[in-house]
């Protein structure tokens, strides 16, 4: 690919898992993309909940947890850290909040450090992640050129989807053509 200078940044993008993707950690995966350039990609998977609540974990953020009100496995790396996204609604997402970083959009990465009744007015619904996706540079156009993942475009909702183990086909659903098709994947193909 010579001649090829500024790669196109991903960021705010959704990442579906293909059928193909063998990983088990991206099984049926939807990840959001927070930072994608040439050190490298960071994202957290969408649609992994745990059985851990927010509450026990983080108890000054839970009432501004959306449901479910547990804290998400955003993926393998680093799962003893947390990070939490939130969606900040209508026009106020045109100002910088305090203790708000814009991914994307309405979404952004929140400040756990930051007093929560600073951002209380201000957030839809937050979500909490332990852990992250990351990829080394290059490692995910590999990934993409092998056809392991979808790029899509991401929507607000996709980050506090109230039911996330349908979020996959969800997200597939609204796309056009063959895509949309893929949604109607079996998620045994040995079943078929």
């Known amino acids: 690919m010579a001649g090829m ?20 950690n ?7 993309l927070l930072d994608h350039d040439e050190e490298g990609t960071l994202g957290v998977v969408l649609n992994r909940p745990t059985p851990v609540e927010v509450e026990s974990v983080l ?26 996204l939130a969606v900040v609604p209508g026009d106020q997402a045109v100002e910088e909040v305090l203790g708000w970083r814009r991914v994307h959009g309405a979404i952004g990465l929140v400040d756990l450090e930051a007093p929560p009744e600073l951002l209380a007015s ?11 996706a990351g990829w080394g540079p290059g490692q995910l156009e590999d990934e993409l050129l092998e056809g392991s993942w979808y790029v899509v475009e991401s929507e607000p909702g996709d ?12 997200v597939l659903r609204r796309q056009r053509g063959e895509l949309a098709m893929v949604a ?9």
């Open 5 to 24: 200078t500024e790669a196109v940044s991903l960021a705010g993008r959704l990442l579906v898992a293909t059928p193909a993707l063998t990983d088990p």
């Open 26 to 32: 991206f099984d049926r995966a939807v990840v959001l």
């Open 59 to 84: 108890e000054c953020w839970a009432e501004l947890a959306g449901s479910p009100a547990v804290v998400f496995q955003g993926g393998p790396v680093a799962l003893d850290s947390a990070l939490a």
């Open 122 to 132: 201000e957030l839809g619904s937050l979500r909490v992640f332990a852990g992250y």
């Open 159 to 170: 980050v506090s989807a109230p039911d996330p183990a349908r979020l996959w086909r969800a």
């Open 184 to 192: 109607t994947y079996p998620d045994d193909p040995s079943m078929n």
